[in-house]
């Protein structure tokens, strides 16, 4: 059975996962810049002195190694969900059920990074895995099947009918020596 719509699923959400990689490399690396922390820093100073209900105990450069953690955890995530998206690729046509299992567990990694996108994709290959079966094997299996009663019904058949050929063949020339042998009275 062609498996093109989970292929293409499958391939989508290991994109929409690198894609996701990129991101967090852009994060990470913005987080760390001068000039991003400066802006950051006024801007969220800016915020906390506008809204004088709020007390703050997070600073801006806790922020910034908050999103420079966040960073670090979303691009070692995804790197899983991108392998396990692939190795789910390699075994689709052999082993659907794996695949679809590891097409769900790397829809599952990729939420905990909010990547939902991946984690859609994913999670409907993965169940188009597990609910479409393998109509042509189960045709053929069956087909096969059916053959292999007849022919084994057949056979029994033309065994029984050939042994008792056999038999009559060996009567008549046991009888044939019998009449053409002088010396047997």
Do not use: C
Not at 46 to 75: H, K, R, Y
Not at 162 to 168: L, P
Request: aromatic share 10%; hydrophobic share 45%.
């Amino acid at each position: 059975m062609k498996r093109t719509i989970e292929y293409t699923l499958l391939i989508l959400g290991a994109i929409f996962s690198l894609i996701g990689i990129v991101f967090a490399f852009i994060i990470k690396t913005f987080s760390k810049t001068p000039e991003f922390k400066s802006e950051f820093e006024k801007s969220f100073n800016e915020q906390i002195q506008g809204s004088q209900d709020v007390p703050s105990s997070v600073t801006a450069d806790q922020m910034l190694n908050g999103f420079s953690a966040f960073g670090n955890f979303a691009i070692v995530i995804l790197i899983i969900s991108i392998l396990l998206t692939v190795v789910a690729v390699v075994f689709v046509k052999k082993q659907r059920i794996l695949s679809g299992v590891l097409a769900v567990v790397a829809g599952l990694i990729s939420i905990l990074t909010l990547n939902v996108i991946s984690f859609l994709l994913l999670i409907i290959a993965g169940i188009m895995l597990f609910v479409r079966k393998n109509k042509t094997n189960n045709q053929f299996e069956d087909v096969n099947f059916q053959n292999d009663i007849k022919h084994d019904q057949n056979q029994s058949e033309n065994e029984f009918d050939s042994n008792e050929q056999q038999q009559n063949r060996i009567e008549e020339t046991d009888k044939k020596k019998k009449d053409d042998d002088p010396y047997i009275y």
